[in-house]
């Protein structure tokens, strides 16, 4: 056939012997290896260069390109870093879904005054896991670029409330009511039962009226225990507006699905519970620690409700919520 059309002008002849790589992939015998980044493993290699070659602390320090003077630095050590680091491992074992900034928050809680850059040195040299971000969730918006949902200005502007629903250890589901209040970031209740029905958020919400007065609005899905005419209608007669959210669209009650989030991956998911009675006891305990001392972020790491505490006397008791209705207030229709 035709021979084969050479190079133009101003272009490279093709070259021979196969591909290279280029400058930041991999060579053919594997990947590349770590850098030395920190100057402690520096220090540590030019000692290691130094005994095994026997070269002089100049000679290895100019072969490795390590600076005399971080060589020659001793690394001074807090007094009170190993107090400091027991005290983190302690927080980070009770409290493993945490991060860095949570623990320095409750660190600075404890009476420690220390700065978040040396808990994360210490967090990362000990090998403690942060946990994964949760993924960023888009929002609804309207044509003109307003947002359907509406944002909490103040407390009891805007209460939020939503069924969780886990198992006993021998199979059997319960379900747990979460109300929120929006503004606040406080847990109001969370009562636990086998079943939870409408009458059951009824006799929840008279309570919560009773001592926290109703708020302006409620958030919610469209449940069937939210969306019945006997609710809808009661909470009318109170003057409480309700916020059904678009149906199979969770993120419209974000605040409510992350504090939901919160209790699964803290509590319900670290947990056994062998009775009904055990899992209400410990479901409200967690709920009296994330309102007092539990940090938010989004309050700046601080609790929603801090608990006042006087030295030399013990913490007050907390009663456990129940489902049964308070008869100072008005009857919902239909119950009795």
Known sequence: GPASEGPGTGEWPPRSGGCRSDGGEAGPQGGCRGKL??????RH?????????????????RFLGQPRSTQRRRLVVPDDEEALTAAIIRLASQYGRYGYRRITAMLRAEGWIVNHKRVERIWRREGLKVPHKQPKRGRVWQNDGSCIRLRPCWPNHVWAYDFVQ???HDGKAFRMLTVIDEYTRECLAIPVARRLRSDDVLHLLADLFVERGPPDHIRSDNGSEFTANAVRTWLGRIGVKTLFIEPGSPWENGFNESFNGKLRDELLNGEIFYTLKEAQVLIER?????NTIRPHSSLGYRPPTPRTWQPGRPDPA???SGLQPNRAFPTAPGLT
């Open 318 to 320: 907390f009663p456990i």
């Open 166 to 168: 886990a198992r006993t």
């Open 37 to 42: 980044v920190s100057p402690e493993r520096r």
């Open 286 to 290: 967690w709920r009296h620690h994330y």
């Open 45 to 61: 290699c030019v000692i290691h260069a130094q005994q095994k070659f026997g070269l002089a602390e100049r000679q290895a320090c």
